[in-house]
């Protein structure tokens, strides 16, 4: 049995970037590994959702384990830093945010669960983290120093595929305005999500997986609310936007070199 572990920044962000492998390695019996830098604590959340007097951060941490066990993962483990919330904001420069962390000393914490795990691959971000957040991009920077530290030797940056991204937006955004599913406010064109289709190495098929994504994704209830565009989407369009997981790892390429990132390890 291999050990894959993957490292995120917040919960949710799991279920979105790679619910679909995570359930894939565990169902092929590889031991899966969650980790996450924050507990999310300055996510958004509808009003009346939370309990009188309840922090998200519980919740958030509640919904993380019942994604954990939808996916499959055996341990899943925090950091203990603080969420830095969206880039430029003040809470960037607070004390014990992940985005202030010592990088050294965050990949530390993260490269310790790895000697314990004896993990044979990591998940971590592209160098933008996806799309700019600030606690993505310290999961680029942590994670791939943690794995110097611990001698993890294949890393993956989870990313998305720009093109594939515009090509369903063109597809599927004239279907969505009819069934009154409302898209994310800037058009495909002003996104810079993911990176261009020639820098990715690796495509990973977990349309077999979807049903487990969603529901990945259902049980952070906080966040993705079943009106948000990411549940209310018809099959077709989930599919195509989360049918395939995409990453980056150095030293393969150019173009698509690796379909599964647990070719070759035992089960």
Not at 39 to 49: H, N, S, T
Not at 131 to 139: A, C, S
Not at 172 to 196: H, T
Request: hydrophobic letters at 40%; aromatic letters at 8%; charged letters at 25%.
């Amino acid at each position: 049995m291999a050990t894959l572990v993957s490292f995120h920044a917040h919960p949710d962000d799991e279920s979105i970037t790679a619910g679909g492998l995570l359930r894939r390695a565990a169902d092929e019996g590889h031991r899966v590994v969650l980790v996450f830098g924050t507990r999310g604590e300055r996510g958004e959340v509808e009003d009346g959702f939370l309990d009188e007097g309840e922090p998200l951060w519980q919740r958030r941490v509640a919904e993380t384990l019942e994604s954990a066990r939808i996916l499959g993962a055996a341990r899943t483990e925090f950091l203990g830093y603080s969420d830095s919330g969206m880039m430029g904001e003040p809470s960037n420069d607070e004390p014990g945010c992940f985005w202030r962390a010592d990088v050294d000393e965050a990949a530390g914490r993260l490269a310790q669960i790895l000697r314990e795990e004896q993990a044979d691959v990591l998940t971590v971000y592209d160098d933008n983290g996806g799309y700019g957040h600030p606690d993505h991009i310290q999961v680029h920077r942590v994670g791939l120093r943690a794995a110097e530290l611990a001698g993890t030797e294949r890393v993956y940056q989870l990313t998305s595929n720009r093109e594939h991204f515009r090509r369903g937006w063109s597809m599927f955004a004239a279907q969505a305005k009819a069934a009154g599913i409302e898209l994310p406010r800037a058009g495909a064109d002003d996104i810079e999500m993911g990176k261009p289709e020639a820098q990715i190495t690796a495509r990973f098929d977990v349309a077999d997986q979807l049903a487990a994504k969603r529901a990945s994704m259902r049980a952070h209830a906080s966040q993705i609310a079943e009106h948000s565009w990411f549940l209310a989407m018809p099959e077709e369009a989930f599919g195509y936007a989360f049918g395939v997981e995409w990453a980056i790892r150095d030293g393969q390429g150019p173009g698509i070199t690796e379909t599964d990132p647990m070719a070759g390890l035992p089960v």
